[in-house]
């Protein structure tokens, strides 16, 4: 990838992403779900990432990029980009379309190409929600994707929002914790790679059984 890679996001994208975040995301963070973030210090500014983390919600995608700070590309189902107004707002805003069908491989290439177009690349290291937030499976995907683009990785902690969409708690509290960037893999090697994986997995854990905070 080299000097091929931005070291920010496009500006249109930068701005939609503030946009949404001071006007929806940080209001329903801090004030509806009494939102709690610790250690944004730790995130890179500029360049290229790959944000990890646990996955409780569909509220995820959002409420992380938000905590981060700076825009954070997931990837969405195909189906998504054929509905006309939500198809620019989505992409604007980071995310990039994969097939239901398509292999892992073609989901690493897609994140590969936003890394180095400046973009955060946000991964969910099981690749699932979870009924507890907690990882019991976590994949090798962006251990490997960070391999690739050699760019850190941010291993972070959501807290609660696994609560979101259960019966009687439409706004639980929520924290947030990140941690400190790890340097990428030296090698696609397969040990190699589980050994970050599961580095990550365990800070991410740890972050997580701090409880509210």
């Known amino acids: 990838m080299g000097d091929l890679v931005r070291d920010r996001e496009p500006i249109t994208n930068l701005i939609l992403y503030h946009l949404f975040k001071w006007s929806v995301v940080s209001p329903m963070f801090n004030f509806y779900y009494r939102g709690k973030l610790y250690g944004q210090e730790n995130v890179p500014k500029k360049g290229g990432l790959v944000v990890v983390s646990n996955h409780g919600s ?19 189902k ?14 604007l805003y980071g995310a990039y379309p994969v097939k239901r069908s398509a292999s892992d491989r073609s989901a690493i290439r897609q994140a590969l190409k936003t890394i180095e177009q400046g973009w955060a690349a946000g991964i969910f290291l099981q690749g699932t929600r979870t009924p507890d937030g907690r990882i019991t499976d976590p994949k090798l995907g962006a251990a490997m994707i960070a391999a690739k683009a050699q760019v850190p ?11 979101i969409q259960q019966k009687g708690s439409p706004f639980p509290p929520i924290t947030v914790r990140i941690a400190e960037p790890l340097e990428p893999p030296v090698s696609n090697k397969r040990d ?20 509210r905070g």
């Open 58 to 76: 569909l509220c995820d995608p959002p409420l992380l990029s938000c905590c981060v700070g700076r825009p954070v590309a997931y990837m969405a």
């Open 192 to 211: 190699i790679l589980e050994s970050v994986t599961h580095k990550c997995r365990e800070i991410i854990h740890q972050m997580h059984s701090q409880g």
């Open 78 to 91: 195909e189906e998504l980009f054929e509905i006309p107004i939500l198809k620019q707002g989505i992409s």
């Open 153 to 163: 990785l941010l291993p972070v902690s959501l807290w609660g929002t696994e609560k």
